[in-house]
């Protein structure tokens, strides 16, 4: 299957605020997922997370330029037999970026172990993180969950976003590789049980002055196409005050 690439914006979020803009890719040829028998399974029979991997165990999908790290995990597992000059194009952009036939052999020479030891890497980590909140300016970051009222009875604040769940939708790198995060067990509320602490935040919600940052931590289902499906695993979230930058709340979920 071939995957129809994007340039989208470093700071690219939910996939309804990237829009449709398509441009040619920088630095990297265009990633081509092709169906494998490492695809995600029927539902009824994806894999499972571990809930009690450590947190410290989680890798970024932003430890690479430009949300690279979603094409190298894609890349890992997408079951391709890549040349090596193909694997290059993809992701490295200084071999990508460079037209001097023998300057491509030295940078292939140099870089092609270091592409390869990455790969490895990627492909045994099925846990990653992303950061969390409207303010996070990393190339993929979950940005458009937002906090609802202080529901009494269950005493704890609502998060909503575009999609049926609040955990679920879709982010884009700059090569138009997808990361699709589906609803999981994760709970779409934030649990605040002091009262005292509960009207702080409420009280700067209802001045529109509140807003979230944090730590998504995600699980890989399993690669499909060009996307990346994961679930939410665990949550880390500050709950601050945008006017006096005070945390009102830190919740862990």
């Known amino acids: 299957m071939k995957i129809k690439l994007a340039m989208a914006v470093l700071g690219c979020s939910m996939l309804s605020a990237c829009g449709q803009v398509e441009n040619t890719p920088k630095g990297v040829r265009p990633a081509v997922a092709q169906s494998s028998d490492r695809a995600v399974k029927p539902q009824g029979a994806l894999p499972e997370a571990d ?11 932003n430890t690479e330029a430009g949300g690279l790290a979603l094409t190298y995990v894609l890349t890992s597992r997408s079951g391709e037999k890549l040349p090596d000059s193909e694997l290059l ?6 071999f990508f970026q460079e037209q001097d036939s023998f300057k491509r052999q030295d940078i292939a ?3 092609l172990p270091k592409v390869k030891a990455k790969l490895r890497t990627y492909r045994a980590s099925e846990y990653y993180s992303l950061p969390f909140g409207g303010l996070a300016q990393a190339p993929l970051a979950l940005t458009n969950v937002t906090l609802g009222a202080y529901d009494i009875s269950s005493k704890s604040f609502p998060l ?10 879709s982010l884009r790198n700059q090569q138009g590789v997808y990361l699709k995060t589906l609803p999981g067990s994760l709970p779409c509320g934030l649990p605040v049980a002091d009262e005292n602490t509960a009207r702080l935040i409420e009280a700067a919600r209802a001045k529109g002055r509140l807003s979230m940052r944090g730590t998504v931590y995600l699980f890989v289902q399993g690669v499909e196409g060009s996307t990346v499906k994961t679930v939410p695993v665990h949550a880390s979230i500050d709950i601050f005050d945008t006017i006096t930058k005070d945390i009102l709340s830190t919740v862990n979920l």
């Open 51 to 61: 809930t009690s991997v450590n947190l410290d165990s989680y890798v970024s999908l």
């Open 160 to 169: 909503s976003s575009y999609g049926t769940s609040c955990w679920s939708g």
């Open 109 to 111: 020479d140099a870089e």
């Open 89 to 94: 194009s993809r992701l490295s952009p200084t």
